[in-house]
């Protein structure tokens, strides 16, 4: 069967009518995450009291995933489920808010203080919704994501906060070894060109220029003068390492990379960097730390800096 839009939402809107099961103390609890930086943090605070489903794996651009069938049945069956929200899910967010009325479902970033958020030219009366970027911020969305655990099971309370409290601390590690290793490159190199615009955060937080050749959300279209520019900038500025992401499509890059070259400006791919979507399950990539460390390691060797090759806690994959 071919599913639409339209029996996507009259699946969804039939959901939202059957009423929420009662959790008794001694359940265990069944969450569901749209992200699997979400999910990461959800399941290492929930430990063996649950389970958590993440909908989005690996590749997956959040901004143009639309839930399946097989999702709806998983939200519906949950007694949690929790969205990062500031418009990041853009395709499931009517689905999500009619969910709410029915079940317990929570936007983890709505929670963050919106002076605190970035804005963007085209992505008018809206935030720039990447912010686990920047673990300074995202530890605060770990902080979103317990009270929204412990909301569910107070019995367990006390449990989850020492959990999330160690989740932190290896979240302020990160921030820190970021912080070290990206001071380190050379201030005419700290430029980092990607696909799209989902480094703003982590070029605030670190002191880096960010140029993304689409904007915020990939649905958004890179135009030929967009492209054009950028191919200006790498040849004026001499920038030579750019970065592709696993989870859009790199024709883009590969014309912005053809482009230098036709002015006889050599430029290379630094690296591939996770954005929207982590590495593959069970490994050190497919964590949040994991996804974190990789992408500062590599910008930062890339760039010209010194970083160990395997990372913050040499947990990395080996390069080749």
Known sequence: MILTRRSFMHAGLAAVAMPAPALRAADTLDVVATTGMIADAARYILGDAGSVRALMGPGVDPH?????????????????????GLYLEAQMEEFLLNLARSRKVVAVAEALDRERLLGHADYDGRFDPHVWMAPAIWTEVVAAIADALQSARPDLA??????????????????????????????????????????SYFGRAYGLEVLGIQGISTESEAGLNRIRQLVDILVERGIGAVFVETSVSDRNMRALIEGAAASSHEVR?????????????????????????????TITRALGGDAPERGMDGNLAAAG
């Not at 999702?71 to 969205?83: C, N, S």
């Open 64 to 84: 143009s995933f639309r839930q399946t069938r097989s999702d709806i049945v998983a939200m519906t069956r949950a007694d949690l489920i929790l969205w990062h």
């Open 158 to 199: 006390p449990t989850f906060e020492a959990r999330t409290q160690d989740y932190r601390a290896t979240v302020a590690r990160l921030h820190d070894y970021a912080q070290s290793v990206l001071a380190t490159v050379p201030e005419s190199a700290r430029v980092l060109v990607t696909a799209h615009d989902a480094f």
């Open 269 to 297: 791919i630094g690296g591939e960097l996770y954005s929207d979507a982590m590495g593959e399950p069970g490994t050190y990539e497919g964590t949040y730390p994991g996804m974190i460390d990789h992408n500062v390691t």
